[in-house]
């Protein structure tokens, strides 16, 4: 399947490249029900058959209200995929719903953070793994340069606040054109949460835009990433990062160690078309 081998080429030079897996790891995929996070579970589990180091997957779903539809399909599949999966109705969540409809994703991302250690830890998971994509790198990159004040946009890699989970987003090169099609392909149940549907958002703007741009600029998304990679830090106005005095050192940059590095999931070199 050429989907596939794609797919896992991509993944797999995240995985590599951001070091994301390591041997013994148990990974809990935040599994939402939508393309992006069926994708990422399929993924892992195919590269937890062919990876050079040995690691479990497991899933966990966090109801905050939002299903369009009953989730009772996922247990099915996800039983027939071998997968061990907690559902967890955070009533937290439910009630901040309630008295709060139109309460901001801020808050909501709050509650549901909460949650999904305390699953994670239940699961015995040393690492937690998220479906954000490479058009949510993109989107959040803009969203911060544009009306945040600053340039960032979600770490590949990263530890929660304890430091006992890795927070992983294997699918950082992977662009929801892709994701699409996959679970399209997979015939998997996606059940859409009630804020796909939402209108009028920065993050609707921003999808919009990139729309228009890449109808002219197809690979726009890649060279995005690409810069992400490639920052001039002395071409930018942070003094943190600038020589004001003509005898001070230039920062140095660290070269990026990989642990294991599978030839057939690709090279060291990111790419997102
Ligand atoms: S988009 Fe919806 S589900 Fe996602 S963080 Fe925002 S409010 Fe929560």
Redesign the pocket.
């Given at each position: 399947m050429e989907l596939e081998k794609v797919l896992l080429r991509k993944a797999g030079e995240a995985v590599t490249r951001f070091q994301m897996i390591r041997d013994g790891d148990r990974v809990a995929v935040a599994f939402s029900g939508g393309k992006d996070s069926l994708t990422l579970l399929e993924v892992l589990l195919r590269l937890r058959d062919r990876a050079p180091v040995r690691f479990s997957v497991c899933a966990f779903t966090v109801e905050?209200g939002?299903f369009l539809r009953p989730v009772e399909p996922f247990r099915e599949y996800l039983s027939k995929r071998g997968v061990d999966w907690t559902y967890h109705t955070d009533n937290p969540s439910l009630r901040l719903l309630e008295e709060q409809p139109d309460?901001?994703?801020d808050l909501?991302?709050r509650f549901?953070r909460r949650a999904v250690y305390q699953i994670a830890k239940g699961l015995g998971a040393n690492v937690i793994a998220f479906g954000h994509t490479a058009d949510d790198f993109c989107e959040s990159f803009l969203r911060n340069a544009l009306f945040t004040g600053r340039i960032g946009a979600l770490p590949p890699v990263t530890y929660s606040r304890e430091k006992d989970f890795r927070l992983i987003r294997p699918l950082v090169y992977v662009t929801e054109d892709i994701t699409a099609a996959f679970a399209a392909e997979t015939g998997a149940p996606v059940i859409p949460?009630?804020?796909s549907l939402?209108t009028g958002t920065v993050r609707r703007t921003l999808r919009d835009l990139f729309a228009e741009l890449e109808k002219e600029h197809p690979h726009l998304k890649s060279t995005l990433l690409s810069a992400m990679g490639n920052i001039e830090v002395s071409r930018l106005l942070d003094l943190r990062y600038l020589n004001l005095d003509a005898n001070q050192e230039e920062p140095a940059l660290l070269p990026v160690l990989t642990e294991w590095e599978p030839e057939s999931l690709g090279s060291r070199t990111p790419s997102a078309t």
């Open positions: 905050q939002k309460h901001g994703c909501c991302s549901r949460c009630g804020c939402k």
